[in-house]
């Protein structure tokens, strides 16, 4: 292995909510058991070298003024998404800065829906979109994903476009790769649902921060690449603080193909007159897009491996806990309804019996997804097997 992705990072008291809080209220680990964080979406690997060097050469200059957005951070996006996902043609006027994926769909949302109008969502959803539309007065019409026969998530056609036809939707939050369930749509299934968006008049902001996070043997379709009018009514949002762990230093963009609607994000984007890039992220982002994709590929093979042992684990110690392997992102969701019910287990104590055993995990029930936790695999292999064992003898019992 070329990277260190053994290396734990204990990260308490080292400016790391996911260290240093835990998200289940009241309850924390015994007295003297290390809490191992799985929950929210951050790795405890060392960053990537290439962004580490990239900042570094800029600190070097002693000066942190104002500044223009280089062409070698556009330039850097463009030949990323045509390397990582054949994007081509994309040119720098259809790029736009965003402090955060969030903060660029809750611009989308306020430029292109009213207060109480309804969101056309999948669920479960990602946590994230509900606070947005919460704080927005926008009102979240929930799409449920069915598991096939396989164990696979899927798209229910009839029922999102009974969605919109019935509340006259015409916004949708489309997240691909799916968060949380790590679902990696294929072609056909993005094609059939903006084939239903389109027929609605329904526009569609793609949150695709997942998008360079893909295990072996699948692949990203990015949304707008489905069709012309995908291309035309898509507003899409990518990031690279999921795949190098960049959260904190704040930097994601949007691409938007379609002048009218790029005209309108970019305007209420701007009002807060805040949404500016930070330098040292632009600096991130051009070291991880140039020099940076061995160090992702081989990160997603490790945690490829992760999955595989987490999931073998569940399925094996846990019958009755339902799972797909994700075929994207590092975060496991967990159907945990069975195991409780055969189990005679309330689900609340089977997560504070996770955390008192010191696994800081997600309650997946904020993800509008009954008994259900959400976990992150983003961790060296040993403190995940640490974390299975507490699990085995401390929490599914």
């Known amino acids: 292995m070329r990277y260190d992705f053994t290396t734990y990072l204990d990260r308490r008291g080292r400016d790391s909510i996911a260290a240093d809080f835990i998200p289940l209220p009241g309850v924390k680990p015994r007295e003297g058991v290390e809490p191992i964080p799985m929950w929210v979406a951050d790795m405890s690997f060392p960053i ?16 942190m003024g104002y500044f223009p957005t280089s062409e070698a951070y556009f330039q850097a996006i463009i030949d990323w998404q ?11 006027e259809a790029i736009g800065y965003e402090n955060g994926v969030l903060g660029g769909v809750s611009a989308a949302i306020q430029a292109f829906s009213a207060p109480g109008e309804k969101i056309l969502l999948h669920a479960p959803t990602y946590v994230g979109f509900t606070h947005v539309l919460d704080g927005l007065g926008r009102k979240a019409e929930h799409s449920l994903l069915q598991m096939d026969e396989n164990g696979i998530w899927r798209m229910d056609f009839e029922d999102m476009d009974r969605r919109l036809r019935e509340n006259g939707i015409r916004l949708a939050i489309f997240c691909s790769p799916h968060n949380p369930t790590g679902r990696v749509w294929e072609r056909w299934e993005i094609e059939r649902a903006m084939e239903i968006f389109a027929a609605n008049d329904c526009l569609v902001i793609s949150d695709e921060i997942w998008s360079d996070l893909i295990m072996p043997g699948y692949r990203h379709i990015p949304t707008q690449s489905v069709s012309e009018d995908a291309r035309q009514r898509t507003l899409a949002f990518y990031a690279p603080s999921k795949t190098f762990s960049l959260a904190g230093l704040i930097g994601s963009y949007h691409i938007v193909y379609n002048a009218r609607l790029r005209d309108r994000l970019r305007r209420q984007s701007a009002l807060s007159h805040y949404n500016n890039p930070n330098i040292l992220s632009t600096y991130a982002l051009i070291g991880a897009y140039n020099e940076g994709e061995a160090w992702a590929d081989e990160l997603c093979a490790v945690v490829d491996g992760n999955h595989a042992r987490a999931c073998a684990f569940f399925l094996d110690e ?4 339902k799972l797909m392997r994700p075929q994207g992102s590092y975060m496991l969701f967990l159907d945990c309804g069975d195991w ?24 997946g029930e904020d993800f509008f997804w009954p008994r259900s936790i959400r976990l992150n695999l983003a961790l060296p292999r040993h403190k995940l097997d640490e974390a299975l064992e507490r699990l085995k003898n401390e929490a599914f019992i």
């Open 318 to 321: 846990c019958p009755g806990v």
């Open 48 to 63: 990537a070298p290439a962004v580490l060097e990239a900042i570094q050469k800029r600190l070097n200059f002693p000066s």
């Open 82 to 92: 045509r390397r990582r996902h054949g994007v081509e043609a994309l040119e720098r």
């Open 340 to 363: 409780c019910d055969a189990h005679g287990v309330d689900f609340a104590a089977l997560l504070r019996r996770g955390v008192e055993a010191g696994v800081i995990w997600q309650n």
